[in-house]
């Protein structure tokens, strides 16, 4: 158990709506990165959340977005989604200006466009 | 692009030590090795890291070559819960990501 907590587990949506998935760090986290882990692919990074802000973005269009809270909790949202947005969505969190600042992941959210 | 190469598939017998190879040849002086698992449909697993130096803890051992090249993680008593896709992963630290790549798909057979 790492501690950090997803939700919802499982989602499915249709093409064109919006999405907003959630995610819970670690105790004593500051760190938020978020993955797209498509079928049979490793994970992809999407983007970081670091004191509120975004601090680094993967190659993904900015209908994926997010938002960082003061509790370090952040939401992944995405807009018009895609029957290729079919995939799950994993959060890690860690801690920046730490000794180490590895990244533990949540269980993932399981996003099915239809 | 992942900076490693990693044999696709493995297989071990339960109880016996697994050892999982990584090719990181164009590593950085200041790239750690790290190492994450993944059992189906959920979360990687945070397993080990290190820099330099051979590391331990309470899951398994990290031997990384002096020239740094390359690694092995060994598993020292696979059990069945073992069973996963294992990612090795260079990165420096305070990098925003870690990059995937298609990691090594390790079966322990009873």
């Known amino acids: 158990e790492t501690g950090v907590t997803q939700s919802p587990t499982h989602l499915i949506k249709t093409r064109g709506q919006q999405v907003t998935l959630r995610c819970s760090s670690q105790?004593?986290?500051?760190?938020v990165s978020w993955y797209q882990q498509a079928l049979g692919q490793g994970p992809q990074f999407i983007f970081q959340?670091?004191?509120?802000?975004?601090?680094g973005r993967g190659n993904f269009p900015p209908r994926f977005s997010g938002l960082q809270f003061p509790n370090y909790s952040s939401e992944l949202n995405v807009n018009a989604l895609e029957l290729d947005d079919s995939a799950l969505y994993l959060c890690?969190?860690?801690?920046?200006?730490?000794?180490?600042?590895?990244?533990?992941f949540g269980p993932g959210t399981r996003l099915t466009v239809l | 692009d992942a900076k490693t190469t990693q044999p696709p598939s493995m297989d071990c017998a339960e109880g016996r030590a697994a050892n999982l190879p990584c090719n990181h040849s164009?590593?950085?002086?200041?790239?750690?090795v790290y190492w994450y698992r993944q059992i189906h449909s959920q979360g990687p697993q945070y397993i080990i890291h290190g820099l330099k130096n051979n590391e331990t803890n309470e899951m398994a051992s990290l031997i990384i070559t002096e020239d740094r090249k390359s690694s092995t993680l060994i598993l020292p008593h696979a059990t069945l819960r073992d069973t996963a896709v294992y990612y090795c992963?260079?990165?420096?630290?305070?990098?925003?990501?870690?990059?995937f790549g298609q990691g090594t798909r390790l079966t322990i057979n009873p």
């Open positions: 890690a969190s860690s801690l920046t200006s730490g000794s180490t600042d590895t990244q533990y």
């Open positions: 164009t590593i950085s002086g200041n790239e750690y």
């Open positions: 959340y670091y004191r509120e802000e975004e601090n």
């Open positions: 105790s004593g986290h500051n760190t």
């Open positions: 992963i260079v990165r420096v630290k305070g990098a925003q990501k870690l990059v």
